[in-house]
């Protein structure tokens, strides 16, 4: 098999241990959703090829990961991507800069959903600082968009 077949799950992969690496406590904070970031790429991208199933499973490895309740991260991956892909039509044809907007609204989701599970769960108490990673998570999109979309084209992943 060619090298683009495995083009998603590689990235999909390099997301996942992007969220994992170690950092300095300031900026763990500062984390952004790699996973929610490049999946909300190749649903927009390839809606037909990345989907609720794939945002399952990256979110079950994510919750494996992180040592979270297991189906946490999963099940709020899977609102994020539906969003998604049931809008993906319209949100292709906006400008990065207003794209970036939308995966802030998207990761401001992400982070009140699983803390509202995680409140449930473990009876956690919310803080500031669980919405700091909407703002990173907005400020790397334009460069995850424009790789992957080089990556994208330049293999001809369809």
Not at 68 to 93: D, E, K, M
Not at 127 to 147: D, G, H, K, N, R
Request: proline share 5%; hydrophobic share 55%.
């Amino acid at each position: 098999m060619r090298p683009r077949h495995y083009v998603i799950a590689l990235s999909i992969m390099v997301a996942l241990v992007l969220q994992i690496v170690p950092l300095p406590s300031q900026a763990d904070t500062y984390r952004p959703d790699w996973v929610l970031v490049v999946l909300a790429y190749w649903t927009m991208a390839l809606p037909h090829r990345v989907n609720v199933g794939v945002a399952f499973i990256s979110g079950i490895a994510l919750d494996i990961l992180l040592g979270t309740p297991l189906g946490v991260h999963s099940l709020v991956l899977c609102f994020c991507v539906y969003i998604l892909a049931a809008n993906y039509q319209r949100l292709r044809n906006y400008s990065v800069w207003q794209q970036c907007v939308i995966i802030g609204l998207l990761s401001a989701f992400y982070h009140l959903l699983s803390f509202w599970l995680l409140h449930l769960l473990n009876d956690i108490f919310f803080l500031y600082e669980y919405m700091l990673p909407v703002v990173t998570s907005m400020a790397i999109w334009p460069w995850v968009f424009w790789l992957l979309r080089k990556l994208r084209r330049q293999l001809k992943i369809v």
